[in-house]
């Protein structure tokens, strides 16, 4: 944004005789106009002013007068109908100089105030206005495109980008917020942008940690970290560096180092509901937390963003058409509503609603793929909502103009949710399901849809905000790509030797979980692990990685590291290569297990005291293998090496 320090000031009330001034003016009118001049010279606004309002309701057609006035307005800092008077001095008078001139800083000193005070439209509003006042300007568009970014009108910010990009390419700034907004849009090109903006300014901490999360979005993880941490070096409290590295650090598996960054940000930035949330997710992975102590850290989030906007339940949102034959209108809010694991589980469901009971809507705030194309054919044209662009408040307001009954939450604390528009309570029944292994701690979620595996009656309630309602036969619907293989022949008979594996994301390996592995590997002579995670993709993390394995006695040749497959198929083909699948704790897989189980290989589990530690032993009870699951460390051992003893019951598992 444009430096109100650097603006100028709106110039002053001049001597008359200048274009625009009405010759033919009664002489009353001039000599009102006169005299109001005269005090403004004089510096007696307090006269002058309403000498020339008088003037005006007399009916003066001088655009000097309006302009005058104007500048009076402006000097005592009444903005917006100083403005108004310009813009009226130009209409009259469309070539005066003084008024164009007066109103360009005038307007952008509003529209600066309009930015700094968060009210984004009128702030976009005043600077398009400036754009075609002076459309020559490329700070107007700049800051145009800045005020509609914040007000989520991403396309036409990217304009008036693209326009300020054209007319001054070495600005660094506008690089920067131009390879933003195409991030934002999920345009390759982001990444030249915001390169582009280093190389003009190479101490720009902003353009380096955008350029990380770019990264990160790609997989180049430690171009992500080394983005991140020059950003630090640039600006040691800059808080989305420290947040940008916590998520990178996740994915590399360093729990730990995570943690430290994201309370370092929530130090420097208390407000962020998001950086918030992300700590809340990381915690997950971390052993020292219990039940108990997740409940608190959940409701502090809940208490300090999400209460203050509750309206309670005597202010939520009501039926107001309580017939029980007309049709149900249930809503489903999601950002991964796309080629993601959380569209496994939810699109299977979508599809079996009765539509003669239930109409559907989705509210999808991702960017689209051929499995949005999918949900959207499912929704329909009238249930299918493009929400990525909406505020919370916006949000909310939709699904209470769409009269939803049912409000289902599929996101939890994970990335961008919208747990502050469930907040507003828009719907008088709201749940929380499947995209989020814990509670939300939003007082305004009523239910979370579970079952009595992940969650047995008891101290699992009293670690949640919300009422469990377990399903009696699961509470998760997995369906595998439609391009998923046949599952191969066990690789051991081929091998000679068995293989276990885990493709979880690093951040779930914790220290535990990476003990009892080498003793399993150590345990079955002549055994492999494959771990397979796109964390893998640099150098350190794999070196930690094995490092660690050979710190507990495991040969590092034993351990295969893969990164990516190309595509969802080649991934589920890699399962060709296992034997036998691990389930990490305390936060096991979920989507992991169930593409294990579907391509015939079977997942060791230890049943933990949370949601997230408890996941693997629900679905091994819906598969009806219970004896896969651990009740402890001693008891996992036992099963895996039973299983790697046993190659023909592995075989007749497979199959």
């Known amino acids: 944004m444009s430096d109100l320090a650097d603006m100028r000031k709106v110039g002053k009330p001049k001597r008359a005789g200048r274009p ?90 509003m529209s600066v105030s309009a930015y700094q005070e968060g009210r984004w439209t009128d702030a976009a509003s005043g600077f398009i206005r400036l754009t075609s006042l002076a459309p020559e300007r490329a700070l107007f568009h700049r800051n145009a495109g ?69 990264h990160t979005r790609l997989g180049q993880l430690e171009r992500a970290a080394a983005g991140a941490r020059r950003a630090l070096e640039l600006a040691p409290d800059h808080v989305e560096a420290h947040a940008s590295l916590a998520a990178v650090l996740r994915e590399q598996g360093d729990g730990q180092g995570a943690l430290e960054h994201y309370r370092r940000a929530l130090e420097l930035r208390p407000g962020s509901s998001l950086i918030f949330s992300s700590y ?43 017939s029980p034959d007309r049709r149900l209108r249930v809503g489903y809010v999601s950002g991964d509503l796309r080629s993601h694991s959380v ?16 109409e559907l809507f989705c509210y999808s705030d991702g960017i689209a793929d051929a499995v949005t ?10 249930g299918w909502r493009e929400t990525r662009m909406l505020t919370d408040a916006a949000l909310a307001a939709r699904v209470i103009e769409d009269r939803i009954d049912v409000l289902v939450d599929l996101a939890g604390h994970s990335a961008d949710n919208r747990l502050l528009a469930f907040a507003r309570r828009p719907a008088p029944v709201q749940v929380t399901y499947c995209g989020y292994p814990g509670t939300t701690g939003v007082a305004a979620i009523g239910w979370r849809l579970t079952d009595a595996e992940a969650d047995p009656r008891g101290d699992s309630d009293s670690h949640h905000s919300e009422r469990l309602w377990r399903l009696p036969h699961g509470f998760l619907c997995f369906r595998p790509d439609p391009d998923a293989p046949a599952a191969g022949p066990l690789p051991a008979e081929t091998n000679g030797f068995v293989t276990f594996g885990s493709f979880n994301n690093l951040s779930k390996l914790s220290e535990e979980t990476l003990d009892l592995w080498g003793i399993i590997l150590q345990m079955v002579p002549g055994s492999r692990l494959v771990l397979k995670s796109r964390g893998l993709s640099d150098l350190p993390p794999r070196q930690r990685l094995l490092h660690a394995f050979q710190a507990r006695g495991v040969d590092p040749a034993r351990v295969q590291t893969i990164a990516y497959a190309a595509t969802p198929r080649e991934h589920l083909r890699l399962y060709d290569q296992i034997d036998i699948a691990l389930d990490p704790f305390p936060y096991n897989g979920t989507t992991t297990t169930c593409e294990a189980l579907w391509m015939g290989v079977p997942v060791v589990t230890v049943a933990g005291r949370t949601h997230a530690g408890r996941v693997g032993a629900s679905l091994l009870h819906r598969v009806g293998y219970p004896e896969l699951i651990a009740s402890n460390r001693s008891q996992v051992l036992r099963i895996a090496r039973g299983l790697a003893g046993d190659l023909p019951g592995l075989a007749t598992l497979r199959n």
Request: charged letters at 20%; aromatic letters at 4%.
């Open 280 to 322: 809340l997710l990381a915690q997950h992975a971390n052993p020292a937390v219990d039940g108990p102590q997740s409940l608190l850290d959940h409701l502090a989030w809940g208490g300090r963003f999400a209460a203050p906007l509750d309206p309670g339940p005597r202010g939520a949102s009501l039926v107001t058409d309580s």
């Open 343 to 358: 569209a496994s589980f939810i699109e299977p469901i979508l599809e079996a609603h009765d539509r003669s009971a239930v």
């Open 146 to 214: 800045a005020a509609l970014r914040e007000a989520k009108l991403i396309d036409r910010a990217l304009l008036h980008l693209r326009e300020a990009r054209r007319l001054d390419p070495a600005d660094a700034q506008t690089c920067f917020s131009l390879g933003s907004v195409l991030f934002e849009l999920g345009q390759a090109e982001c990444e030249a942008e915001l390169t582009r903006a280093i190389e003009l300014d190479p101490c720009y901490a902003d353009a380096h940690v955008n350029l990380a999360i770019v």
């Open 373 to 382: 194309a999918r949900i959207k054919a499912v929704a329909g044209a009238d």
């Open 20 to 109: 625009g001034r009405d010759q033919t003016a009664p002489a009353s009118l001039q000599g009102l106009e006169r005299r109001a001049r005269a005090a403004a010279l004089s510096g007696d606004h307090q006269t002058a002013i309403p000498l020339f309002m008088a003037a005006i309701q007399g009916g003066t057609s001088s655009a000097d007068v309006f302009n005058d006035l104007g500048a009076l307005l402006a000097g005592r800092g009444q903005l917006p109908p100083a403005v108004i008077q310009f813009e009226v001095a130009l209409a009259l008078s469309p070539g005066h100089p003084d008024a164009r001139r007066n109103l360009l800083i005038a307007l952008e000193a």
